[in-house]
């Protein structure tokens, strides 16, 4: 059974980085797309970006110019870099994997537990 | 970016009621749709991908239509364990994006 696990600060300072590790196990990280989705208190889903397991990249438009995934295939982990967080980045935030469900289609098959992220002073 | 709307956003239902929640995209995705449940503190569940294949160990109670543009999840038979916010999400472009949810509660 795949099982993702975030880890990281729960409190981030305004202007600061927010850096977080997903963690895979059960499974290997070979052949999905591995992503982060975040969810601010009592509001909807926001997906943020996915790395492939070639290390090819994408990301939230909205997100772009603030956010690194990268990707650690020889401890099964990827991680989440979003610079100058304001308050608005105040969420819970899953990593998932992606897995194909043929012909072009994606669904997010297995999450993370989600971790809540604070930012404040 | 594709935008994914829902409705209704709430709703009140008994259990053994039928639901449908609809969900539709500002362009078409083809069937690259997909449904997930989530209770209230807890993760996202995969119910439904590719607008009507079920997930693995999902009960059949719930299913799912549509393309296009034009998408519902039905629920025949409201069980209490149902009782949750539904988010439909398209696959199709980048960026990935999720509708605002249908939050279904008890009558």
């Known amino acids: 059974q795949v099982q993702l696990q975030e880890s990281g600060p729960g409190l981030v300072k305004p202007s600061e980085t927010l850096s977080l590790t997903c963690t895979v196990s059960?499974?290997?990280?070979?052949?999905?797309?591995w992503s982060w989705i975040r969810q601010p208190p009592g509001k909807g889903l926001e997906w943020i970006g996915y790395?492939?397991?070639?290390?090819?990249?994408n990301y939230n438009p909205s997100l772009k110019s603030r956010v690194t995934i990268s990707l650690d295939t020889s401890k099964n982990q990827f991680s989440l870099k979003l610079t100058s967080v304001t308050a608005a980045d105040t969420a819970v935030y899953y990593c998932?994997?992606?897995?194909?469900?043929?012909?072009?289609?994606?669904?997010?098959?297995?999450w993370g537990q989600g971790m809540l992220i604070t930012v404040s002073s | 970016d594709i935008q994914m709307t829902q409705s209704p956003s709430s709703l009140s239902a008994s259990v053994g009621d039928r639901v449908t929640i609809t969900c539709r995209a500002s362009?078409?995705?083809?069937?690259?749709l997909n449904w997930y449940q989530q209770k209230p503190g807890k993760v996202p569940k995969p119910l439904i991908y590719?607008?009507?294949n079920l997930q693995s160990g999902v009960p059949s109670r719930f299913s799912g239509s549509g393309s296009g543009t034009d998408f519902t999840l039905t629920i025949t038979s409201l069980q209490p364990e149902d009782f949750a916010t539904y988010y439909c999400?398209?696959?199709?472009?980048?960026?990935?994006?999720f509708g605002p949810g249908t939050k279904v509660d008890i009558k």
């Open positions: 999400q398209q696959s199709y472009s980048i960026p990935k994006t």
């Open positions: 059960g499974g290997s990280i070979s052949r999905y797309y």
């Open positions: 998932a994997r992606e897995a194909s469900c043929g012909d072009d289609c994606y669904s997010f098959d297995y």
């Open positions: 590719a607008a009507s």
């Open positions: 362009q078409s995705i083809s069937a690259y």
């Open positions: 790395i492939f397991y070639s290390g090819s990249t």
